[in-house]
């Protein structure tokens, strides 16, 4: 989706490892070890998110959900793309580089019920 100043906000989010998000607190910029090992930091659309914490974060029950403005990337020269994963059978947003902390707008606390099972925070 491509980003226009003065745009309305439109957001990607990012399920983070607490240390992560620390670093980030620290620096003023998001990064996780996909940005090293693939050159970009995997992100998804809303609707993406459940499958995604299903997929690759059962059983962790410390993350951290971001959401991030795409108009603030773009604002700070981040590139945004939305690439095609070929096992999920849909495009998904790959950020080029580290996130500047101003553009992440809220986070939550991301955990499973006891079940295993995530859901949305009632505010998304």
């Known amino acids: 989706m491509p980003n226009v100043p003065g745009a309305p906000a439109t957001f990607i989010y990012r399920l983070a490892e607490p240390a992560d998000w620390q670093q980030a607190q620290r620096t ?4 996780s070890a996909d940005l090293a090992a693939e050159g970009f930091i995997h992100a998804s659309d809303k609707s993406q998110i459940l499958e995604t914490a299903r997929r690759y974060y059962a059983g962790h ?3 951290v959900l ?3 403005d795409e108009v603030r990337l773009a604002e700070a020269g981040v590139r945004v793309e939305r ?3 070929v096992a999920r059978g849909e495009a ?3 950020v080029f580089g ?3 902390r ?3 707008t809220r986070q939550w606390t991301f ?3 006891a079940a295993g099972n995530f859901t949305l925070p009632a505010d998304l």
């Open 66 to 68: 971001l959401e991030i």
């Open 98 to 100: 580290p996130i500047p």
């Open 92 to 94: 998904f947003a790959h």
């Open 111 to 113: 955990q499973p019920d």
């Open 83 to 85: 690439e095609w994963v």
């Open 61 to 63: 029950l410390d993350l």
């Open 28 to 31: 003023g910029f998001f990064a």
């Open 102 to 104: 101003a553009a992440i």
